[in-house]
């Protein structure tokens, strides 16, 4: 008798780390208010994040350096351009929207990065997007504003609208970045070295005043507690910044960039949830109908893609170890040589 043995396809498990990371990330906004409340700026609260997740990831950037340097050197400024684009630059843009923009209207902007991508596989493919695509962009985005719950008198600034757009570019770039493993930069070296260019670049900022860094060490409230500020920082640093980082682009070099650009938008409405739990504030009927569009845009999205042909410049398989040489040529035979650094 046979015995078949069923085993997890890597799609499936690189959904799973998605969907993870998306819940990791939209911890922060919970972390961070709690900061906020205790007198903390949010460039602050930026450089905390950005710089602790960076000390954390030293001594595995180190090693992987020390033990890599023949197979990443070349990829060095690429990691560089990573952490001033999709983690500096990103967060940045996104906080000066906030100051010209209510909250929910900056994070809508910057959730946009799906349907940029969208655009910018048309323009790269001279290919227009399918229907099923297209109709989960609709869901997605549709489902994303009932999320944010954008009812009411909304303020509009032309200059944070702007900063809005960057930021969505910027938020882009990370999805197209982290899906290149052609080059074999392990997801620590690309996370942890990005957030030390990155958190040199926010200190930089705050220095020269482009970004007020306001701290405090007074006890903060989080979960309805009062806890040392070391909690929301940790928790700021480890979760939401270390963890989230790294399988993010785990998750991105398995799904592909679009794929995972769509299912980053589970962040929004994991967000919801988390300050549901955390904060008290209950989501409103039509934000769970909204999230359910965008459960709805994803699974639309992910169906065009088994459907369809993949596009190899944006879609990467995830080989985080060193390839043997006539596995990296079979690899490379498939991929195009476009190269996708911005």
């Given at each position: ?49 950005i ?76 290919t227009?997007p ?55 930069v ?5 996370a ?122 944006l ?22 040589n ?5």
């Amino acid at each position: 008798m046979t015995t078949i043995r069923k085993t997890r396809s890597p799609a499936s498990s690189a959904l799973l780390v998605a969907l993870i990371s998306a819940a990791a990330f939209a911890l922060s906004g919970s972390f961070a208010k709690s900061l906020f409340e205790s007198g903390w700026s949010p460039g602050a609260a930026v450089a905390v994040r950005i710089g602790g997740g960076a000390v954390v990831l030293l001594a595995p950037v180190l090693v992987t350096l020390v033990r890599r340097w023949h197979t990443v050197r070349r990829s060095l400024g690429r990691v560089a351009l990573y952490g001033i684009v999709p983690i500096a630059l990103c967060q940045l843009f996104y906080f000066n929207a906030v100051q010209h923009l209510s909250v929910g209207v900056a994070l809508l902007l910057e959730y946009l990065s799906p349907v940029l991508l969208v655009g910018w596989v048309w323009l790269r493919t001279r290919t227009s997007p399918r229907v099923l695509t297209v109709l989960g962009a609709v869901c997605a985005m549709g489902g994303l504003v009932l999320v944010l719950d954008l009812a009411g008198a909304q303020k509009l600034d032309l200059q944070g609208v702007l900063w809005g757009l960057a930021a969505a570019v910027c938020s882009a770039a990370f999805f197209i970045m982290s899906a290149r493993s052609d080059d074999n930069v392990p997801p620590v070296l690309m996370a942890g070295g990005g957030m030390a260019v990155g958190a040199g670049l926010i200190f930089a900022l705050g220095g020269l005043g482009a970004m007020p860094l306001t701290f405090s060490t007074g006890d903060a409230i989080f979960a309805g507690r009062q806890v040392s500020w070391l909690v929301p920082i940790l928790g700021l640093v480890l979760v939401t910044t270390v963890f989230a980082y790294i399988a993010g682009i785990v998750a991105v070099r398995g799904l592909g960039s679009k794929v995972a650009s769509f299912v980053a938008l589970f962040e929004v409405l994991f967000a919801v949830i988390w300050a549901w739990l955390l904060l008290g504030e209950l989501p409103r009927s039509i934000q769970l109908l909204g999230g359910a569009l965008i459960v709805a845009g994803v699974v639309l999205v992910r169906l065009d893609e088994l459907r369809g042909p993949r596009h190899p410049e944006l879609e990467h398989a995830n080989y985080l170890e060193t390839l043997p040489e006539t596995r990296s040529e079979t690899l490379n035979s498939r991929q195009s040589n476009v190269d996708i650094c911005p």
